[in-house]
């Protein structure tokens, strides 16, 4: 069989392109989900039933449908339903359309990966913090959060890991992300093969740095926690 090298050296450029903007999203949208997810968090684990059952019914929601069907209600529903209440024509760029799916999906899954983080703390920790004058408020953010952002890393990076996995799917509303590279590419040589083995490698790579990256961390607050 005849493997061209030349079909991933001719590549390159567009391929890194494709890279570049996968990662730009990957940390967006993670970026913008731990926020979402933090506060979604906090009010799952509140005591105020209206908050606890918007916070469930938006992680239900998010975690229980497919990402794909996510990206369209934004990229399609979204001017559609913004149209018919601006009474004016609406639309939204991929880009845009791309971070607000990705980021809200990732919320939720953040949200659940914090909660967990915050109810595995010993609850004599936060009454310890209020008889010491604290208020809930305070006992949550320099007693409850910091530790529990110590226990969430690891599942946090594999929510880093499978959101630059899934960043693929932005591939079908045009956006120029190294699925969408590798697409253009395998169409203009018609040779998938050398193509989609040179994006499974680009993103193995990425996959692997970023879980060495997480597993430095752990050991870094592991020793941390053991000076102290």
Do not use: C
């Not at 506060?39 to 606890?52: A, D, E």
């Amino acid at each position: 069989m005849d493997f061209r090298w030349s079909v991933i050296t001719n590549g390159l450029p567009l391929l890194y392109k494709g890279v570049s903007l996968t990662l730009q999203l990957t940390v967006i949208a993670v970026g913008i989900g731990t926020v979402i997810g933090l506060f979604v968090s906090l009010l799952r684990v509140s005591r105020f039933k209206p908050f606890i059952w918007f916070s469930k019914s938006y992680i239900d929601f998010l975690r229980g449908t497919p990402l794909l069907v996510q990206i369209f209600l934004v990229h399609l529903g979204g001017p559609q339903l913004f149209t018919e209440l601006l009474g004016r024509q609406v639309t939204f760029h991929p880009m845009m359309s791309a971070i607000i799916a990705l980021s809200l999906n990732s919320g939720a899954y953040i949200a659940e990966i914090f909660r967990g983080g915050i109810q595995s703390i010993e609850r004599g920790q936060m009454e310890a913090a209020r008889s010491l004058g604290m208020t809930y408020g305070q006992a949550m953010r320099y007693v409850i959060l910091p530790q529990a952002f110590k226990r969430s890393i690891p599942p946090l990076g594999n929510e880093f890991i499978a959101m630059l996995k899934d960043s693929s799917l932005v591939s079908v509303i045009a956006l120029q992300e190294l699925m969408m590279a590798g697409r253009i590419i395998a169409g203009r040589t018609f040779r998938p093969l050398e193509t989609f083995t040179a994006i499974a490698v680009l993103y193995l790579i990425m996959t692997m740095t970023i879980s060495q990256f997480v597993s430095y961390l752990e050991r870094r607050f592991a020793k941390s926690d053991h000076s102290e």
